[in-house]
């Protein structure tokens, strides 16, 4: 089978496509087809090596060994497991693996959902990590309740754009979206009440308080972000938020952890950090918004597998409106 391997640490065209035995599942593994895959920072991070602190993560590459790259997958089942239940050969899927950049790739149950009735592949290869990502920065860690106000930090992209629709889902009173020039038509075509541009407009010089803010694409100060809070609020420290070459903005995170402590007793404003997961009950929450109607998945732009490198670099560029999909296999 084809597939992008990744041998160095490097820029992306470091990736190459080589060819490789197609993998054989374990007994609680499921063999899926690859049709689409996504593409997210992540991605990135992991082929750059950067930041360093990565090389000591599950991501990291192993002396010797190349790895398949890619997280996110859509396709349909070849072959399951002996302990494999509830997925069928046949069946078509989506969510995450390691290794979603070939043309096969084992991807555990556990991490997979049925796509729903409707959806093509391309769109359901870019669900898993972003989507779960905003569905659990919104529900879980913003606990975010009915009516309630919600800012996005980043809302056109692979995150936000999930995060604006699932906001609105989840019952959100109000949702403004902070996006880069050019891209509010495209935020309040997903249920954003009012479009900030990052390069003109600052949330924190207005009058309007959130009980939830996402921290997709910071690069604001921490004091800024405390400021927009209504007490009992949270801020939710989804990206880094610079590209500190060591540690990536964990150090932006860990004072943002503190300066919840300075919140007092009478009016807390939370700081929260956020380690998404691709859980099979959430991506199947996910499928169900979508099957409603109430959730679109955002691809910006298609690449084809040996495209890859060009894919990171468009990312990379950014100003895209959601996410990129590689198309693997051309449906029929
Ligand atoms: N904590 C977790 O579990 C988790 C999970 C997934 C992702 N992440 C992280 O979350 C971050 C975002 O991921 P993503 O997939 O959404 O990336 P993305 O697709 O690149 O989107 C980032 C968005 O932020 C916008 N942006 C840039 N500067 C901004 C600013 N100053 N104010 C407001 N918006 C700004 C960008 O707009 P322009 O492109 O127009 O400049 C872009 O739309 C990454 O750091 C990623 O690693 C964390």
């Known amino acids: 089978m084809k597939a992008v391997v990744h041998e160095v640490y490097g820029p992306p065209e470091v990736l190459r496509v080589a060819e490789l035995d197609r993998p054989v599942p374990g007994p609680d593994e499921v063999l899926i087809q690859v049709h689409a895959a996504g593409v997210d920072p992540g991605v990135w991070h992991a082929t750059a090596g950067l930041p360093y602190l990565l090389r000591l993560t599950p991501f990291r590459l192993r002396r010797g060994a190349a790895r398949v790259r890619g997280m996110d997958v859509a396709g349909r089942v070849e072959a399951v497991g002996a302990q494999v239940t509830g997925v069928s050969p046949g069946d078509t899927v989506f969510g995450s693996c390691d290794g979603s950049f070939a043309e096969y790739v084992c991807a555990r149950p556990e991490r997979l959902a049925h796509l ?6 391309a769109h359901a290869a870019v669900v898993a990590v972003s989507g779960c990502t905003a569905l659990q920065a919104l529900r879980d860690t913003g606990r975010l309740r009915a009516g309630q106000s919600v800012l996005v930090l980043g809302a056109a992209g692979g995150v936000g754009a999930f995060a604006v629709q699932v906001a609105k889902a989840l019952g959100a009173g109000w949702v403004t979206a902070v996006c880069g020039p050019g891209q509010e ?8 009440d009012e479009a900030l541009d990052y390069t003109r407009d600052e949330p924190a010089d207005r009058d309007r308080r959130y009980d939830v803010v996402l921290d997709i694409a910071g690069h604001r100060p921490l004091t800024g972000l405390r ?3 209504a007490p009992g609020g949270t801020v939710v420290m989804v990206g880094a938020g610079t590209d500190g070459r060591w540690l990536g903005g964990l150090d932006r995170q860990l004072r943002g952890l503190l300066l919840s402590l300075l919140g007092g007793r009478r009016r807390p404003k939370r700081f929260r950090m956020l380690f998404s ?8 929450q996910l499928a169900d918004l979508i099957a409603a109607g109430r959730l679109t998945p955002p691809v910006a732009r298609c690449f084809s597998l040996t495209a890859v490198p060009q894919a990171l670099r468009r990312l990379r560029e950014g100003g895209l409106q959601g996410k990129i999909a590689i198309v693997v296999r051309e449906e029929a």
């Open 116 to 121: 729903p009735a409707g959806l093509d592949f």
């Open 185 to 192: 038509a495209f935020v309040r075509a997903l249920g954003a």
């Open 227 to 229: 400021r927009v809070l």
């Open 277 to 284: 997961t691709q859980r099979a009950a959430d991506l199947r």
